[in-house]
């Protein structure tokens, strides 16, 4: 069955620190993975895609199939980067688009 | 356009009463998305919609669910004889194609009492 799992509910570094936030997922066909983040007080949003291999905020993140991983990285954490960070799995089956979730992790940056 | 709207932001209400939630997703989006996030949870998928069409509704929507989007603009969600258990924070989201990534709204809490 489809599935995401963070296996962090709560991530607490010090600022400057690196931060490594984990996802693995279990699907069948060609994995489409996205990494959302809400901010305090603030809806969810897109803050990557594996697909477009970009660095948003100083974030990367890199699909490793042989691992079924897509684990989150910042070489050096910003107490702005505290937020709820939740992995996403696209399930293609159907074309609907939808998406399945992990259950979220805290990113808490101390200053 | 200001993004995707929900509305009410919050809503309590009795058990047994039904309540109807509001999605008003960015103009030029054929797609739209209903999930259901619990305390401690990620979003879970409930229905999806292309224009106006229903093309999936997860076993999470129950019979006392449902969902329309009339003529492929805004959508409502009601749940009828509300359950404790139906208290949850209710996430709309839309999107251009499939292949993107989603623009969700804030989300409308509900809380049954």
């Known amino acids: 069955a489809q599935r995401v799992t963070q296996p962090e509910k709560l991530l607490s570094v010090f600022k400057g620190a690196p931060v490594e936030l984990k996802c693995n997922y279990s699907?069948?066909?060609?994995?489409?993975l996205f990494w959302y983040v809400q901010y305090s007080r603030q809806r969810l949003q897109l803050l990557l895609r594996h697909i477009s291999r970009e660095s948003i905020k100083g974030f990367t993140a890199d699909l490793n199939k042989g691992e079924t991983s897509f684990h989150l990285k910042k070489p050096f954490a910003q107490e702005e980067d505290s937020a709820m960070y939740y992995c996403?799995?696209?399930?293609?089956?159907?074309?609907?688009?939808?998406?399945?979730f992990g259950q979220g992790t805290t990113l808490q940056v101390k200053p | 356009d200001t993004g995707v709207s929900q509305d009410p932001r919050h809503k309590i209400t009795k058990r047994g009463q039904n309540v109807t939630f509001r999605c008003d997703p960015i103009?030029?989006?054929?797609?739209l998305y209903w999930y259901r996030q619990t305390l401690g949870q990620g979003p879970e998928f409930l229905t999806y919609f292309q224009n106006e069409a229903q093309l999936e509704k997860s076993r999470l929507l129950s019979d006392r669910f449902s969902a329309e989007r009339p003529k492929g603009s805004f959508s409502t969600l009601e749940i009828q004889r509300t359950e404790q258990g139906d208290s949850a924070m209710y996430l709309c989201?839309?999107?251009?194609?499939?292949?993107?990534?989603?623009?969700f709204g804030s989300g409308t809490r509900l809380t049954v009492v």
């Open positions: 989201a839309s999107s251009q194609d499939r292949v993107g990534g989603y623009t």
């Open positions: 699907y069948s066909g060609s994995p489409e």
């Open positions: 103009s030029e989006h054929n797609r």
């Open positions: 996403a799995l696209r399930d293609d089956d159907g074309n609907t688009g939808k998406l399945i």
